[in-house]
């Protein structure tokens, strides 16, 4: 069985950083996408960021426009293990975050689709408030 563990979220300031970290395990596990999802009180779940790759010999980065520039997504295939770096974080970043592996290579506008993860994150909170 799959499991997908996040850790790392809190409260931080404006302006402030913080990191999440997911560590997927489970004998089915194959991955070929991992990405993070945010759901916001009132708004739809929108994607955050994501990494993938055909087994990870070359890889892709998306981030949505919302955070391109102040976070950081990396993808540790030796420990099964992914990261989101958050800096400079704003209010708007407040929400729930949910961390996703998929098994096929994404490209384009696809990595934003729920529907191309097949396991997923318990969720975490981050809140960004003065």
């Known amino acids: 069985q799959v499991q997908l563990v996040e850790s790392g979220g809190g409260l931080v300031q404006p302006g402030g950083s913080l990191r999440l970290s997911c560590a997927a395990s489970?004998?089915?596990?194959?991955?070929?996408?991992a990405g993070w999802f945010r759901q916001v009180p009132g708004k739809e779940r929108e994607g955050v960021a994501a990494?993938?790759?055909?087994?990870?010999?070359?890889?892709?980065?998306y981030y949505g426009s919302s955070v391109e520039g102040r976070f950081t997504i990396s993808v540790d295939n030796t420990d099964n293990t992914l990261y989101l770096q958050m800096d400079n974080l704003q209010s708007a970043d407040t929400g729930v975050y949910y961390c996703?592996?998929?098994?096929?290579?994404?490209?384009?506008?696809?990595?934003?689709?729920?529907?191309?993860?097949?396991?997923w994150g318990q969720g975490i909170q981050v809140t960004v408030s003065s």
């Open positions: 489970g004998a089915g596990l194959e991955y070929d996408a």
């Open positions: 996703a592996f998929g098994p096929f290579e994404l490209y384009g506008s696809n990595w934003a689709y729920s529907r191309a993860y097949d396991h």
């Open positions: 990494q993938s790759g055909r087994a990870w010999r070359t890889r892709r980065t």
